[in-house]
């Protein structure tokens, strides 16, 4: 039976790790009242970007979980082989998604309804993401922790499509400009599958340091 392989135990290094897992309890409690929040008023306005927003919250959860499990035992090189690829197949998951609802919505010409609580959830969602997804990254540096960059990644990716679907409501509310939805979610979507790409690359470095 192959040892596992464990990476030197650092104080400072440990320390930035119980700062990230911080970091990721708040983000799985800001995604639950944010999946909550949009999936609902989505429905409500029948807007097609802030239920796809909502939904786009449960791969941003399962990422940050998969983290969470990952920082329990942060020093056994194979579990940050497996939250790499846990997070890997989440941007995958995500492009996939987002590819889908965006051309779905360019070709069906699926406007976005005006909805005021919706553009005020999204505004929170970006500055909640974009603050969280900075601090990961201080986090990751400090720590030397490559799944946690790569959730940091996703979590910008989240703040990205939250600012992308915010402007589409507010251009759409004001010029009509519907179009900009889709297009936002198509432009996070290729940002997503390139960073699946990356991650599991990173996740292939790191198993072979485990034999």
């Known amino acids: 039976m192959t040892e596992e392989v464990e990476l ?18 708040l983000t799985i409690g800001w995604n639950v009242v944010e999946f909550v929040a949009a999936t ?24 940050s979980i998969a983290v969470v499990w990952f920082i329990a035992d942060h020093h056994k090189v194979r579990r940050a082989v497996r939250a790499l690829r ?36 999204l505004l929170g969602s970006t500055i909640t993401m974009f603050t969280l997804g900075i601090l990961k990254r201080r986090v990751a540096r400090e720590s030397g922790s490559a799944p946690i960059r790569a959730e940091a990644m996703m979590t910008i990716a989240d703040g990205c ?34 960073e699946a790409v990356v991650t599991w690359r990173e996740a292939t470095a790191h198993a072979r340091m485990a034999f």
């Open 86 to 121: 846990f997070v890997s197949i989440a941007f995958a998951v995500l492009a996939v998604y987002l590819s889908f609802a965006g051309l779905r919505a360019l070709l069906v010409a699926g406007e976005a309804h005006q909805s005021l609580l919706g553009i005020l959830v």
């Open 161 to 194: 499509l939250a600012l992308g679907v915010l402007i589409a409501l507010v251009l759409d509310a004001t010029v009509q400009w519907w179009w900009m939805d889709p297009a936002a979610a198509l432009l996070v979507a290729g940002f997503c599958g390139v």
């Open 8 to 25: 030197p135990h650092d104080d400072a290094a440990h320390a930035a790790m119980l700062r990230g897992q911080r970091l990721e309890y």
């Open 40 to 63: 609902t008023l989505g429905v409500v306005a029948g807007s097609i970007g802030l239920l796809a927003f909502g939904l786009d919250t449960l791969v941003e959860l399962f990422a």
